[in-house]
């Protein structure tokens, strides 16, 4: 934009330094260049007699050009919707799309128009929004496909915004009593810790009674400073966090790595991968060392993984074959001797993944799905191990998905078959293990893991 008396020009750009975008002003021939400020993350310029209005993170606001003064102007405006209306255009578009791409043509056998001229008036007499979803989802289940589904945009919720210590307690006489503390949580710190068995009797000053809810008390604590009471007289300040998936999820793949190390007497490494995603796979590859070195094997497991698209990258690092092995001059006193050093090869040097030449065994089950179901197929079919645990879910298919007019439909666009049998990945054909194994209830509580077990007492006799 000029100027009002078109010495000046109006522009909006990135600022190298700070990352950040904001609107500058310079003269016509490329002088006297300034920041103009209160004009931050700018947009929908437009002039009129000498000044600009703009809206920034959703408010008017007027700029005078002569003097460069930014004035917030007050503006509000509504409108109506025809919700039903918006549920029809929806409701058109996402079986539009699903007609034109959904990856079998012939729906999983069914009759896909039958289905639509079934649901269609029971989806549009929905009245909110959930129950729209809900009914829309309905259909789509028909088809018996996974990656799909429906989502759309609704009135936002309030949240408690709950904080989370790490601990688990149980109410008594004195207060709540500390039965567990989640290693590395905000209550497992130096200056912060507590211990199994230790009563928290108050939480800011509110006293904990033999029934009271001890999270109610957590209520609009996340990332805040608490105080907690202590019976023994000792105050604890904590500031709660906002999850602990993570955390959680460490001490169990920490504890899977304990079990391994016992039940085949240090023999064996372990690595999870959490899903198919590149952070998996690289520390996958950091693992090999980290969890591998000095080991006679590798359990791999993939249980509970949810899937993604990695399971190639983690086939080129599986599939490794020696081809050649290498003597530096100092590591022999003459290569008459070669023989002895049939294992050496300079793998960290020229390859350009890790790699993997050690024996190996597979877990997946029934929380294995999409890409780590993949996983399992192709270290089964390509005989990199044994497969242990039990069958995976049996949802493989490639998806996309496509905007609407309020929210997305998920939709597969590609069929995968196992290459050795030719079945269906999608319903018809789950990895199934060479070993079946199931985990009986209570096998976390009771520190067990029949399934990892098994996999150690596999990979010791294929060792062997």
């Avoid at 609704?154 to 408690?160: E, H, L, V, Y």
């Avoid at 959490?274 to 980290?290: C, D, H, I, T, V």
């Avoid at 590591?331 to 002895?340: G, P, T, V």
């Avoid at 929380?367 to 780590?372: G, H």
């Amino acid at each position: 934009m000029f100027s009002a008396d078109s010495d000046f020009i109006y522009f909006s750009a990135t600022n190298p330094a700070t990352e950040k975008r904001s609107t500058y002003k310079v003269k016509w021939d490329g002088s006297k260049p300034k920041l103009v400020k209160g004009v931050a993350n700018a947009r929908n310029f437009t002039e009129n007699k000498g000044k600009i209005y703009f809206t920034s993170r959703g408010k008017l606001a007027e700029l005078n050009t002569k003097s460069d003064k930014v004035t917030r102007l007050p503006h509000s405006a509504t409108y109506t919707t025809n919700r039903k209306e918006v549920y029809q255009q929806v409701f058109e578009e996402g079986i539009r799309a699903l007609t034109a791409g959904f990856y079998d043509p012939e729906f999983h056998g069914y009759n896909w128009n039958a289905l639509v001229k079934k649901y269609k008036p029971w989806v549009l007499s929905a009245t909110t929004h959930e129950d729209y979803t809900y009914m829309f989802n309905l259909l789509l289940g028909q088809l018996n496909a996974s990656h799909m589904g429906y989502r759309g945009s609704a009135p936002r919720n309030t949240s408690d915004k709950v904080g989370v210590l790490g601990l688990e307690v149980e109410n008594t006489k004195k207060g709540v009593k500390v039965s567990y503390v989640l290693p590395n949580s905000v209550a497992d710190k130096s200056t912060s810790k507590l211990k199994v068995g230790d009563i928290i009797t108050a939480v800011n000053g509110q006293e904990i009674k033999k029934n009271t809810n001890f999270y109610s008390l957590l209520k609009n604590t996340q990332t805040k400073e608490i105080l907690l009471s202590l019976n023994n007289g000792k105050d604890v300040v904590l500031r709660p966090e906002r999850s602990l998936r993570r955390l959680q999820y460490e001490e169990w793949v920490n504890s899977r790595k304990k079990l391994v190390d016992e039940y085949s007497n240090g023999q064996l490494g372990y690595i999870h991968i959490q899903g198919m995603n590149m952070p998996s796979f690289e520390r996958f590859e950091r693992e090999l060392k980290a969890s591998g070195y000095g080991k006679k094997g590798i359990v791999i497991d993939v249980r509970y993984n949810g899937g993604g698209w990695t399971t190639d990258r983690l086939m080129a690092v599986l599939n490794v074959d020696q081809h050649a092995y290498t003597i530096p001059r100092g590591a022999a006193k003459s290569l008459k001797n070669h023989q002895k050093f049939a294992d050496n090869y300079p793998f960290n040097e020229r390859a350009i993944l890790s790699v993997n030449t050690k024996p190996v065994v597979a877990l997946c089950n029934e929380n294995s799905y999409s890409n780590a179901e993949i996983f399992s197929h192709a270290f089964k079919s390509l005989g990199l191990g044994k497969l242990v645990g039990q069958p995976t879910f049996g949802a493989v298919v490639s998806t996309g998905g496509k905007r609407l007019a309020n929210g997305m439909i998920r939709m597969p666009f590609r069929a995968w078959f196992v290459k050795k049998t030719g079945e269906n990945m999608e319903n018809e054909a789950p990895a199934v293990p060479d070993y079946l194994v199931k985990n009986a209830p209570g096998w976390k509580d009771r520190g067990e893991d029949a399934q990892l077990k098994k996999a150690v007492e596999v990979l010791l006799q294929d060792i062997k």
